[in-house]
């Protein structure tokens, strides 16, 4: 019982540090392997971004329409016509709708959870939020189609009624809530386990001693989280929400079920149609021959530099906050 | 700490239990699907088991290809595997233009396809069958059905033109005057039309736009092609999510095979072909308008030329014919006599009779006489 105490752990981490600086054949080893693992992450990186280049040269060096503005996919007629404007549009949008609906939740949950829940209740309320991470996104997907999709009807008359005028939320096409707002509220709820026990986690960091000097001079519970909380965790919150990013950027099988795939552009987000890379690769795969498949690699590779680009900006978001998050106090 | 673990672990052990027999219950919901689809598409026929010759048929034989036979293959396959003890064979349903891909990689014995091999497919599938070259040969023939959704609306008559005119986009509403017209005595409700097609390529989107383009070319200014061209509307992958959509949303309608519609009771329409009477999306009606198709591959290649514009009466225009492509030379040695003897049992007749229990259609005898030849010399 006397490790449940605060006091020990406070303490523990100067402890284990002495006692594993007495070997010093297993520092080298460990200092080897974390090198060793860290390059190996770096080539793995580097062999893929070949590859899919490589494969990428060769379908982009036949293709008869722009990769780059064309509304088609057309990879394996002849010629090859085929372009990803519709499918970089349609990920970026139904991500944005993800994110907007997901990270105000996710950190409500979070705080719910971190600072307002009786204890008895904040373990299991934890649980159940990570447990949806670990349903299969078909299992999203086929439930999306079944269930989602019928219910929403009416939510789309009403946004259609009271908000049509943002056009955003105006629908022109009769039709069946198989959209991308459809899609980004699946993402969302896909997304939210990983930026709710990031988020709890940061949270739960906020050092102690931030959180009563806040109450010393009077502040109330919310006031507190205002100021102490908040700005301590906003970097890890902003981890949280690219981690569910990347998760929404490269979602396959839930948007394939859920979508009715066009290839159109449109702002109108509450019509059928439109698509994203990973959805547009897993319909396309089985029937594309040799060079289809190639152009589909293409569409990857732009995947690829989209995550990449997204967590590169992460970074630097966090880099600029973090002298002020305390997070180095 | 200790605590904290204790109920991580038990909190954990319950997420397993939720899991596992969420699992467990869905595991037994899609078993139970299957056996009822199996029996509302019809039992499979009992004196078969005396017609099938298993000859020299041994281990697993893959296939692949269009969906639209999906129903008439998994019959086919129940009762040969039945006869046939130690042979599995495996239709992977999902589209023509996946079954043609995978039987020009090698990676089956024979492949399902809704259209004929074109010839540059032809040219490809000389590198895998050594000597000879891909052939078609027609075994199922079959209606597809123009499923509709509307609510208080039992029967339907539609034309060639205002089926191409509602799938392109321009009649908008079921009161349209241009279907009040065709349904004297029917009251349309003024609900949207949401008119479905395939996302895949897919053979029946071929055999639908080659219809509308032959039957009424004024409405149909897009090409007949395996990939949908018209705007607007909604899509859906495959002929088994184009009918869930149909069935699900009111105001819709679809095109897919009859077997569809039938095995989840979705109401179809009437074709007004300029004949005495609409005709309605039946087996024998399909038989038909197939019955004055002509062949028009050469050699042992079987494909045919449908002729979408018949007015006969009785005869049902919208229909398609479902190939299964093999080598007629150059097949592989461990699956050839699987895939000639399971070819044999579809083409006998008892194979044949299987199709008209079941919403196909049989092919008719003297293309199917040819088609027992070609099976016979493959090699």
Redesign the interface.
């Known amino acids: ?1 006397a ?2 105490t605060p006091t020990p ?1 406070d303490t523990a981490p100067p402890v284990s540090r002495s006692t594993g600086s007495t070997g010093r054949a297993g520092d080298k080893i460990f200092a080897g392997l974390s090198k060793g693992s860290g390059i190996l992450l770096l080539v793995i990186m580097a062999s893929i971004a070949v590859f899919l280049t490589y494969r990428a040269a060769i379908a982009l060096s036949k293709n008869e329409g722009n990769f780059l503005t064309t509304f088609d996919w ?1 990879a ?1 007629a ?1 010629p090859p016509v085929f372009g990803i404007a519709v499918l970089l549009f349609g990920t970026v949008v139904s991500s944005i709708i993800a994110m907007a609906i997901a990270v105000p939740i996710a950190v409500g949950i979070a705080l719910f959870i971190s600072h307002y829940a009786p204890r008895k209740l904040a ?2 309320l934890a ?1 159940v939020v990570d ?1 949806l991470a ?2 299969p996104s078909i299992i999203y997907g086929i439930w999306g189609a079944l269930f989602l999709v ?1 219910q929403l009807g009416g939510l789309n008359l009403w946004l259609d009624q009271y908000l049509g005028w943002t056009y955003v939320f105006e629908k022109t ?4 809530a ?1 959209s991308l707002f459809t899609v980004g509220i699946l993402l969302a709820i896909m997304i939210l386990p990983i930026v709710t026990s990031v988020s709890r986690e940061v949270f739960l960091q906020v050092p102690r001693m931030n959180e009563e000097a806040a109450l010393a001079l009077g502040a109330t519970r919310w006031e507190v989280i205002r100021m102490s909380v908040l700005p301590f965790g906003r970097s890890g919150v902003i981890s949280a929400s690219m981690l569910g990013l990347g998760r929404a950027l490269g979602e396959t099988m839930a948007v ?1 079920t859920v979508l ?3 290839f ?1 552009i449109s702002l109108h987000v509450l019509n ?2 439109g698509g994203t890379f990973a959805q547009n690769i897993a ?2 795969f ?4 040799e060079f289809g498949r190639d152009a589909l690699i293409a569409s990857g590779l732009v995947l690829f530099l989209l995550t990449l680009l997204v967590n590169g900006a992460a970074r630097l978001i966090i880099a600029r906050r973090k002298d002020f998050s305390g997070a180095n106090a | ?4 673990r204790k ?2 672990l038990r ?2 052990a319950l ?1 397993a239990l ?2 596992s027999g969420a699992l467990v219950l869905t595991a037994c919901g899609s078993d139970d699907n299957t056996k009822d689809s199996g029996s509302a598409s019809g039992k499979p026929s009992a004196a078969a088991a005396g017609d099938i010759k298993c000859d020299g048929a041994k281990g697993k034989l893959l296939a692949s290809g269009s969906s639209a036979q999906k129903n008439a293959i998994e019959l086919w396959v129940k009762n040969y595997m039945a006869a046939c003890s130690g042979v599995e064979v495996n239709y992977k349903s ?2 023509s ?2 079954g043609i ?1 995978a039987f ?1 990689q090698g990676t089956v014995g024979f492949a399902g396809s809704d259209s004929a091999l074109k010839p ?1 497919q032809v040219e490809e599938s000389k590198k895998i069958c050594t000597g000879g070259q891909g052939i078609d040969l027609p075994m199922v023939g079959g209606p597809i059905a123009l499923g509709f959704n509307v609510a208080g609306v039992d029967k339907l008559n539609l034309d060639a033109a205002t089926v191409a005119n509602i799938f392109n986009d321009k009649i ?1 509403k079921w009161d349209d005057e241009a279907i009040k017209k065709l349904n004297p005595g029917v009251t349309l409700p003024s609900t ?3 008119a479905f097609h395939r ?3 897919s053979g029946t989107t071929e055999n639908l736009t080659k219809y509308l383009k032959a039957a009424a070319p004024d409405a149909w200014p897009h090409e007949a092609a395996k ?1 949908w061209a018209a ?2 509307g ?4 495959g002929s088994a999510s184009v009918a869930a ?1 149909v069935k ?2 009111d ?1 819709a309608i679809g095109y897919f095979e009859l077997s569809f519609a039938s095995s989840q009771s979705i109401k179809t329409v009437d074709l007004n072909t300029g004949a005495a009477a609409p005709v309605a999306a039946t087996g024998e009606n399909a038989s038909k308008a197939i019955a004055a198709a002509k062949v028009s591959g050469t050699g042992s290649d079987l494909a045919l030329k449908l002729d979408y514009t018949t007015k006969a009466d009785g005869a049902y225009p919208l229909v398609l014919v479902t190939y299964e492509v093999v080598c007629d030379k150059g097949n592989k040695a461990e699956t050839l006599p699987t895939v000639k003897s399971f070819l044999n049992y579809t083409s006998s007749d008892a194979g044949q009779k299987v199709l008209l229990e079941n919403g196909y259609a049989p092919i008719p005898a003297e293309i199917n006489a040819k088609v027992r030849e070609a099976v016979a010399a493959l090699s």
Do not use: C, F, H, W
Request: net charge negative.
């Open positions: 019982m490790s449940t752990t057309n394996s002849d373990a299991p649980y447990l670990a349903v019928p096409q009769i039709g069946v198989r394939a009715s795939p066009s159109l059928p149609g319909a396309k089985d029937e594309a021959n | 700490m200790k605590l904290q109920n991580r909190a954990s997420g939720v899991v999902s589209s233009g996946e891909v020009n540059e908008k949207p039309i949401q996302s895949d390529d990939k705007p607007g909604q899509s859906a992958s959509q699900q949303v105001g």
